[in-house]
């Protein structure tokens, strides 16, 4: 029996597997880019499923190869930016709210190139998810000292690549197949696994521990992502930019913090408790849409 609204499982699967990625991030013991290293790696194995369900084909024309690129280092680049340069110069409790509105961006250009549209009902979930999302990334100020604008070109940089990932990612889902798509976001994902390995430094590398277990554990906690991020491309093929954006932007990190609050026994704070409701109500407003 025919699924009515693919789109929206697939874009829950992401907001699981997003969810439980973004509670367990935190525990591993490597660095910024020695996780994207890993991330890029692991991508290769729902790669794998993609390509077989189109038995090897992914399509080597220009405009595949393009739109394929365009989608892969902008959404590989914006997470080097975060890791190396946003992260590393600027306050997170600022950083993470900047960029998690990139569904607005999404939002805008699809109005204007895709014509997409939305009910009534469907706006109000829309702005509800998009007003939840902030509220969702809050992060108390942990006494930082940061100074300079740096920080902020470096967000706004990752804001506006990963909105821009998402309108290209459905605008491509118009003219070529999803699997495709992930192929090439895992092709240029490993293309910039060199560059991560060499801003980590020749000395840092010969630091960390590579134990077998470790690495393991990290490559388990990004397969979550890898998987998420291949289901929302399955969401943007069947579902609206300006309904799959917002939602999976919003519900992921209520996953996120009730996982938390149940490994860690951390509270969420009354913007993040608000952002939840917000969220929530959104994603059955959503889930009619």
Do not use: C
Request: aromatic share 14%.
């Amino acid at each position: 029996m025919a699924v009515k609204k693919p789109w929206l499982l697939y874009a829950l699967t992401t907001t699981l597997f997003w969810g439980v990625w973004g509670a367990l991030s935190e525990t591993s013991q490597y660095p910024g880019t020695v996780i994207y290293i890993i991330w890029a790696v692991v991508m290769i194995l729902p790669a794998l499923v993609a390509l077989k369900n189109i038995n090897w084909n992914p399509g080597f024309d220009k405009m595949s190869v393009l739109y394929g690129s365009v989608i892969g280092f902008l959404g590989a680049g914006g997470q080097m930016v975060l890791f190396t340069g946003a992260i590393a110069n600027g306050p997170a409790y600022l950083i993470f709210p900047i960029i998690s509105l990139s569904p607005v961006i999404t939002i805008l250009l699809s109005l204007v190139f895709l014509k997409e549209k939305a009910s009534v009902r469907g706006w109000i979930g829309i702005l509800l998810a998009v007003f939840a999302i902030p509220f969702l990334s809050w992060q108390d100020d942990t006494g930082s000292t940061a100074t300079g604008i740096a920080w902020l070109v470096f967000a706004l940089i990752v804001f506006f690549a990963w909105g821009a990932q998402a309108f290209f990612m459905k605008l491509a889902n118009n003219r070529m197949r999803a699997e495709s798509i992930f192929f090439y976001m895992t092709v240029t994902g490993l293309l910039l696994a060199p560059v991560a390995w060499f801003m980590t430094g020749h000395e840092q590398m010969q630091e960390i521990s590579w134990n077998p277990e470790a690495v393991s554990y990290t490559g388990l906690i990004q397969i979550l992502n890898a998987v998420g991020a291949l289901t929302i491309v399955y969401a943007f093929r069947y579902g609206k930019a300006i309904i799959v954006s917002p939602l999976t932007n919003a519900v992921s990190p209520v996953i996120t913090v009730i996982i938390s609050l149940v490994l860690y026994s951390t509270m969420p704070s009354n913007p993040v408790l608000a952002g939840m409701i917000l969220s929530v109500i959104s994603m059955f407003i959503l889930a009619f849409e």
